[in-house]
């Protein structure tokens, strides 16, 4: 990881030139490597989305976010996917719609949960359906041109409008692009799209949580959400923005900007000098070392070794993601899909790290594995990986 630690030392310099000149002022003062950033970092939208608040978490991004849909549309209901995790703030607890992340306090009201578009575990799609090197081999009367299966589940988010909430009166509709601690789940090919046109019939706005599928994680794009073929009205972001450095953002257009000068609005460290500096080197670390490219590089070889490995094991139910944001389900047996129990999955992942090899976990019952390396990965780090897990999994498979 020669490459890692060097962008480490990169970061560490900029940031302490900075903190010997300037390391603290609120961002209701102005100072350049604000405008600096703020402008570097909007470069990267499409169209009208020219405007940024810097706030410090991905939490508190997605916060700001419910705030000014509510402001600009005034409409309060929202609507978030089943499965999907936006944050631990207590409004932000409720956008969440995983169990394991909710205490058991009176949630914040008007959000609307529903069907979770999953082609694996769902109630449709299969092999046809996911915009992914790697499909499940899971059966569906889709096409390779034609994903019925999203039509179904867009009519599960028609139905809200006939029970839940009155037509033309919604705030927003809240997604990731890509699943993440739900165990990076991806829609069917087409989904995005259906539904940001029903958020457009209802007034509402779409925001995109691009907190874990952001800055070219994805390979294919910088943003998750240009996979389908949207531009959304509001894009937070966090996590990878500042390698490790607390620091994140909400990006929207200028009209709906405007609606938060109904009262004052401020951050005292978000946007920090420090915070921006940071974010500026990660900038060019990720152009001059052309990161998006590795990630669709070795991601994509990554994605085709764990299929290799899924026909050698039946403990691995499906292979799934795009670039470097990679997920491996694991199940009790192949045939049946049941989620692997929670001893089996723990011996798995404490046998891969003492091998070195550290992975996340997610899914609604915690059997996924959730492969996001640093985007500087190299192929070599990626077969150590594939070996290891090659190890581990015959160890369980024939013990």
């Not at 890509?178 to 457009?200: L, R, S």
């Not at 257009?253 to 940071?278: D, K, W, Y």
Request: glycine residues 8%; aromatic residues 10%.
């Amino acid at each position: 990881m020669i490459s890692y630690r060097r962008n480490t030392l990169k970061i560490t310099e900029v940031l302490e030139k900075q903190i010997r000149k300037l390391g603290h002022v609120s961002n209701v003062y102005f100072h350049p490597k604000i405008h600096e950033y703020a402008y570097r970092l909007t470069e990267k939208f499409p169209g009208d989305l020219k405007v940024v608040y810097f706030v410090n978490s991905g939490s508190e991004a997605n916060d700001l976010a419910v705030l000014m849909a509510r402001a600009y549309s005034k409409n309060f209901d929202i609507i978030t996917l089943k499965n999907c995790y936006h944050g631990m703030t207590y409004q932000t607890m409720s956008l969440t719609s995983n169990a394991s992340y909710k205490y058991a306090v009176p949630q914040a009201p008007g959000v609307h949960h529903v069907m979770n578009p999953d082609v694996y575990r769902g109630c449709w799609g299969g092999a046809h359906c996911r915009d992914s090197p790697i499909q499940t081999s899971r059966n569906c009367s889709c096409s390779l041109t034609n994903c019925e299966a999203k039509d179904k589940y867009v009519n599960e988010v028609l139905d809200v409008f006939k029970y839940s909430i009155k037509p033309g009166t919604l705030a927003a509709f809240f997604a990731e692009s890509i699943q993440g601690v739900g165990g990076v789940i991806q829609f069917p090919k087409g989904y995005i799209k259906k539904v940001y046109d029903i958020v457009k019939e209802n007034g509402g706005v779409f925001i995109s949580d691009e907190v874990q599928s952001g800055f070219g994680r994805t390979g294919e794009h910088f943003w998750g959400f240009e996979a389908h073929d949207i531009q959304p009205d509001i894009v937070t972001m966090a996590k990878g923005i500042g390698n490790g450095f607390p620091l994140a953002a909400v990006v929207t257009r200028p009209e709906i900007a405007q609606a938060l000068t109904s009262s004052m609005h401020f951050n005292t460290f978000g946007g920090n000098p420090l915070a921006c500096t940071v974010g500026l080197a990660v900038l060019d670390i990720i152009e001059e070392e052309k990161l998006q490219e590795n990630c669709s590089k070795v991601g994509t070889y990554l994605l085709k070794e764990l299929e290799k490995l899924k026909r050698k094991y039946r403990t691995i139910g499906d292979v799934r993601g795009k670039g470097l944001l990679v997920g491996v389900e694991l199940v009790n047996d192949d045939d049946t899909s049941s989620p692997l129990n929670n001893d089996k999955f723990s011996k798995i992942w404490e046998s891969c790290r003492n091998l070195s090899l550290i992975f996340g976990r997610g899914g609604l019952k915690g059997n996924v594995l959730r492969i996001k390396p640093p985007m500087c990965v190299t192929k070599e780090d990626i077969d150590y990986t594939i070996n290891v897990l090659d190890t581990v999994l015959e160890q369980t498979e024939n013990s």
